[in-house]
């Protein structure tokens, strides 16, 4: 305000004087000056009045609070502010400076780093899974040399006492936004239940749902690139449910859009996307510690289309509209020392998935466009393994095995086209090993090697050596198991 | 669609019915320290039935939040917890996929005891670059049975709150903890005189309120940073610092690894005193009053 007040008598000035600026008459801007005076004048005694009243108000404060605080240490809200008696212990007590209580709900705000550096033997624009229908996006190793991966922006608070809500967004490094979750959850709901709604990560499979900087390797296992697109993230609502017992039992059943792969948008105000999972969980001993999972995921697509070439070697549209059924069980084991995972743990996990796609397959839409019926019956798993060898470091390694079986395609079938019309979906099982050696300088950063033979592709062998930064700044993140 | 809402529906019913059961007796505690356990023990005796969710060889701090607390949180009555951001890396997991209103903060069923006692070592300055440091104050509250006596009438307190019926029995319990709590310290404290003023070296800063309790000095801290190993080149530097003002031990906590501090010791030629630090770190901390007693045994013996 004492700042504002020379700047408002300026503006005051020029305004009022502006129109007659030639020939203001020399006693007329000396009252001017009088009145624009009087007003400082005016203001600063106003300013002056309210800083008393602030200081007033400080001090009150400052005495109801160390009267609450002797006022007794049992509180029924939880609040207890200080010692009920006098600490005896010396030491500097700094008392962090507030300027607003503005401030004093921020939501708790943390960013992502991530980077790598990619060596790969062959070109990763031919990438392709062989056997399976590629999804539009997620597969491969991204590009050669320096890349920056996503910036993951997280931004999570308490609604009120009824929700909590959590935006996470990935700057991508092509300078695209992703909102991967965007979710509110409820915190008063009792009896073991949680309802979340927004985009959110489906908890189908175990991996899903953890976000690409807690993954034990630079990248998704093959199957969840190949059936899940990398991640499947649900706009819709989950509802979960942990029973009251000893054990972990918890039970989920989610709806969506099913906008995202193996889904599409469509046309239909009906569900596109229903999802149930079951987990249990428990520890053996004070050392060990578990869950398995079971998953089922049904999500219908319209014209899901994708690029493939035809017997003469032209690119072609081809497009799958029908149900996509995918069942997943998975087992994570953990293993440290009393439980603490300071200088060793053992991490095992594997999932395995099968899925089922019927419907109808068309063939160069923007061309021939033929179409008939469609169907395959495919799976995949993947065991990986992660030790902490000593604090700070860290080696793993990951087998993953995919079988595309021989999809029924029925203008094949009915003798339309040939079975060379459709490379992509020649029957095959890629299979990769990769390895890895990661370094926590803290629980914040991360430094990654990762070395894969990626047999994914139908002939040539890729050879992938990928370095990885991580680094974490902001709010101190808590961790699902 | 019809079979997806059949299923729904029937899973919908089996929760509500389970989750209608009628409630237990005693009141289910959750502890996430072996001391709240036994704290909570002392105070409700077999009117709580308490789970601990960490042992005395667990670095409380570095805890998953496993499926197996997930499901203790989701039946627990009450939370008890260090606070201070100790357990900040597992308990808001824990708290929000509980599901169970009674336990969240700013229940009665949520009691945190470091925001009760005054805490030491709270920085004037945060920034990551100083290694894990805890914005709200050195959040290792336990070794100082001051301490301790203010968090167990607040405790008390909560109990009488949560479970009205047994009022005059916490009531009473309460009392006769803090009558013979009262007495075990002035014995502590007389046992523990010849230890004032003696330099000692610890690992992690989590025996800063013992320290300050007894009068023991602490001269030098075997983490450059809390949380940060040391480096060779930092221990070399610490046997040098050290060789001009030697300290009489070094201090380890049961949960710590035993190498850093076994290789200063042999260096400087002074002992490692191994402490329980917790309850259950050594087989004589059996409860609260055995933690002390065999704390202060064991830093008399290693002081002589």
Not at chain 1, 321 to 344: C, E, M, N, Y
Not at chain 1, 389 to 398: A, C, E, K, N
Not at chain 2, 284 to 304: P, Q, W, Y
Request: with cysteine; glycine share 8%; aromatic share 10%.
């Amino acid at each position: 305000m004492a700042k504002l007040t020379p700047i408002a008598g300026a503006f005051l000035f020029v305004c009022v004087l502006w129109p007659h600026a030639g020939h203001a008459a020399s006693d007329d801007v000396a009252a001017l000056r009088a009145e624009i005076e009087a007003l400082k004048t005016d203001y600063s005694t106003r300013v002056q009045a309210l800083e008393a009243r602030i200081r007033q108000l400080e001090g009150a404060v400052a005495a109801a609070q160390a009267n609450q605080a002797a006022a007794g240490a049992a509180t029924p809200t939880g609040a207890p502010a200080a010692a009920a008696e006098p600490a005896p212990q010396p030491a500097a007590v700094a008392t962090p400076a507030k300027s607003s209580s503005a401030t004093a709900f921020n939501p708790a705000v943390s960013m992502i780093l991530t980077g790598n550096y990619a060596s790969l033997s062959q070109d990763p624009a031919t990438y392709r899974v062989a056997g399976f229908i590629p999804p539009p996006a997620g597969e491969g190793p991204g590009e050669r040399s320096f890349n920056l991966d996503e910036s993951e922006l997280t931004v999570s608070s308490n609604v009120d006492p009824y929700f909590f809500a959590n935006v996470t967004a990935a700057i991508q490094g092509d300078n695209s936004i992703d909102i991967e979750e965007a979710y509110f959850k409820t915190l008063a709901l009792n009896n073991g239940f949680t309802i979340k709604g927004g985009r959110f990560f489906s908890a189908t499979g175990y991996l899903n749902e953890v976000h690409s900087h807690n993954w034990d390797f630079v990248d998704q296992p093959l199957v969840y690139q190949v059936f899940l697109g990398g991640q499947l993230a649900q706009d819709g609502v989950q509802i979960r449910w942990i029973a009251p017992a000893d054990y972990f039992i918890e039970l989920g059943a989610e709806a969506g859009s099913g906008r995202s792969f193996p889904g599409t948008q469509r046309d239909s105000n009906s569900l596109g996307s229903d999802a149930l999972f079951a987990h249990l969980g428990g520890d053996v001993g004070d050392s060990t510690s578990w869950r398995v999972g079971t998953s089922w995921l049904d999500i219908r697509a319209a014209d899901r289309s994708y690029g493939d070439t035809d017997q003469f070697g032209n690119p072609v549209t081809n497009a799958f509209t029908g149900t996509s059924r995918t069942w997943i069980v998975d087992g994570t084991l953990k293993w440290a020392p009393h439980g603490d995972p300071t200088h060793h743990q053992l991490k095992l996990q594997g999932e395995y998935l099968h899925r089922t796609e019927d419907g109808q397959l068309a063939f160069d839409v923007t061309g021939l466009d033929l179409g008939a019926a469609y169907s395959d019956a495919q799976s995949g798993w993947y065991l990986q393994g992660v030790y902490e060898f000593m604090q700070r470091w860290r080696v793993g390694l990951r087998y993953d095995s995919m079988s595309s079986g021989t999809p029924r395609i029925g203008l094949v079938s009915a003798g339309l086209l040939p079975a060379a019309d459709f490379p992509s979906l020649r029957p095959a099982t890629p299979e990769r090993t990769t390895v890895m050696i990661d370094w926590s300088l803290s629980e914040f950063s991360r430094l990654r090697a990762q070395y894969a033979w990626d047999e994914a592709r139908a002939r040539e062998r890729d050879q992938q050596l990928l370095l990885q930064y991580i680094f974490a700044i902001g709010a101190h993140g808590a961790h699902k198991f | 669609m019809s079979t997806h809402t059949r299923i729904a529906i029937s899973f919908a019913t089996l929760a509500l019915c389970l989750g209608a059961l009628p409630a237990h007796a005693a009141l289910k505690v959750l502890a996430t320290t072996p001391d709240w356990a036994a704290l909570v023990s002392e105070l409700a005796g077999d009117k709580a039935n308490v789970y601990t969710a960490t042992s005395a060889f667990q670095d409380v701090h570095r805890v998953d939040a496993k499926p197996s607390l997930v499901a203790r949180a989701r039946t627990a009555d009450l939370v008890v917890a260090t606070g201070a951001d100790l357990e900040i890396g597992w308990m808001p997991v824990l708290l929000q996929d509980s599901g169970n209103t009674r336990i969240q903060p700013g229940s009665p069923g949520y009691f945190e005891a470091a925001p009760l006692v005054h805490l030491l070592e709270v920085p004037s300055v945060v920034d990551r670059s100083m290694g894990d440091i805890h914005p709200l104050g050195n959040p290792h509250v336990t070794l100082d049975p001051r301490n301790i006596a203010i968090i167990a009438k607040a405790l008390a307190a909560r109990l009488v709150l949560l479970d009205p019926a047994n009022a005059a029995f916490y009531a009473a319990r309460g009392e006769d903890f803090q009558k013979r709590w009262q007495q075990a310290a002035l014995q502590w404290e007389a046992k523990a005189a010849p230890l004032k003023g003696l330099g000692v070296v610890v690992i992690h800063r989590d025996q800063v309120y013992l320290c300050n309790w007894l009068g023991l000095k602490e001269l030098a801290a075997i983490e450059p940073k809390p949380g940060v190993p040391p480096s060779a080149g930092y221990l070399a530097e610490l046997v040098t610092k050290l060789a001009a003002t030697p300290p009489k031990m070094i201090l380890r906590n049961a949960y710590n690894d035993p190498k850093a501090a076994d290789w200063l010791s042999q260096r400087i030629k002074v002992p490692v005193v191994l402490l329980p630090y917790s309850v259950g770190g050594t087989p004589e901390a059996k409860d609260l009053f055995g933690l002390f007693d065999d704390t202060i045994n064991r830093l008399l013996a290693g002081a002589k």
